[in-house]
């Protein structure tokens, strides 16, 4: 039965060797790609995985890829998406940490990624100006998005994103909007997705206290399957907010208890800018960090601890996605869930108008940087040019420009 989903898992894999700018600009490829292109979800429906993958933690674009293709052909097709979305990169990433560590890299060529942040402005640009049409309807989802928007640019923290989607809902709820006119049959609630959630999350931390207390050999893994298993069951925010985390597990964490950090600032920070210039999901980072913690036990061990890591801190939010889905599924059609939606795609528009300003604003001003948003954009809006092809363009024109 797979056969007849080839040309989506095709499209897929396009999109996770061109997908850049994090989980905003994710979304404005999606649109191009999933929505535009290939009509797999509706753009109502791309809003509303979105704005439900924002509610919990983990790699929310990844999150969103994985809804699509569950859509389309349920768990199986789900997970084979999901391992042709994150692999690539997973892959890009592993391979940094073996450069990093054995070649002692400090200065990695860029000049091919010179516009892909602009670019990325333009893919966030793009996706908050359609989403508009659809989401931002009347003056209270108005209210919303403009809220929305200033309150992420004032107060950057993850966790001011399932705060914004839950008060969006409860402005929402004071609308008269009319309650669901259909009712589908309730979806089957796949509770053993939970139960494998909370036996590893407890398992893990068991092994990695034994390994610890015992001092095993290799101790390290469990120690790093335990990490990046808590990291991926609450990090809200995205790639970004792993960091802190990191900084802190692997770096000041050792050195408060007197022991060599597990990777200097320097090699974080590295891993940090790389993943920036990488197609796929920022979470790849943990591949690189995972190799980087692993490296002084030799080669095959680094090996194990990128797959350990990237498993680990994919795994929970895929168990949790999986369970949650059919629940929210359920829940949206009763009439409170139903008039809340309203109010969390307009919170979903401003947070991506927010993201795509904090994006420039991290850029150094250069007039070619607003010249590559406002082409970028017009491609998109204007012509059925496919998102691969206007990503391969700048990086073309990138690696000339700097050759």
């Keep these: 039965m797979l056969l007849r989903h080839v040309p989506f898992l095709k499209a897929v894999l396009a999109y996770s060797f061109t997908a850049f700018g994090g989980p905003q600009g994710h979304l404005g490829m999606m649109l191009k790609t999933f929505v535009q292109k290939r009509h797999d979800v509706t753009e109502e429906e791309l809003v509303e995985y979105n704005a439900f993958c924002q509610m919990l933690p983990g790699p929310s674009s990844t999150q969103t890829v994985t809804l699509i293709a569950y859509k389309r052909g349920g768990v199986p097709l789900a997970t084979i998406a999901l391992l042709l979305w994150m692999v690539p990169a997973v892959l890009l990433m592993g391979a940094f940490s073996f450069l990093i560590y054995y070649f002692d890299v400090r200065d990695i060529q860029t000049n091919l990624f010179t516009y892909i942040r602009p670019m990325s402005v333009g893919f966030i640009a793009f996706a908050a100006v359609r989403m508009m049409k659809s989401s931002v309807q009347h003056v209270a989802t108005w209210f919303i998005m403009t809220c929305s928007m200033v309150v992420t640019l004032a107060v950057q923290t993850p ?39 909370a036996a590893l999350f407890i398992l893990a931390g068991i092994f990695s206290e034994m390994a610890r207390i015992n001092d095993w050999p290799h101790k390290r893994v469990f120690n790093l399957f335990e990490n990046f298993y808590r990291f ?96 929210y599924q359920n829940l949206k059609q009763h009439v409170i869930i139903y008039r809340a939606l309203e109010g969390i795609n307009a919170a979903i528009v401003g947070i991506i108008w927010a993201s795509g300003i904090l994006l420039f604003q991290s850029m150094p001003f250069e007039w070619m940087h607003v010249v590559v948003v406002v082409i970028t954009f017009s491609m998109l809006y204007f012509t059925k040019i496919p998102a691969p092809f206007i990503v391969l363009g700048w990086l073309l024109l990138g690696w000339t420009m700097n050759a």
């Design 159 to 197: 966790w001011v994103f399932p705060l914004l989607l839950v008060v969006a809902g409860v402005v929402s709820n004071f609308s008269n909007k009319r309650i669901p006119e259909t009712h589908t049959k309730p979806k089957p609630i796949q509770w053993m997705n939970l139960w494998i959630f």
């Design 232 to 327: 991926g069951s609450y990090v809200w925010g995205g790639g970004q907010a792993l960091m802190p985390m990191m900084l802190f597990q692997f770096i000041n964490r050792p050195r408060s208890l007197g022991q060599p950090p597990l990777l200097s600032s320097e090699q974080l920070l590295t891993g940090y800018g790389i993943v920036h210039a990488v197609p796929g999901p920022v979470f790849s980072i943990c591949s690189y960090v995972g190799g980087m913690v692993m490296s002084p036990y030799g080669p095959f061990w680094q090996v194990v601890g990128c797959i350990t890591a990237t498993i680990a801190v994919f795994l929970p939010s895929t168990l949790l996605l999986f369970f949650l889905f059919p629940v």
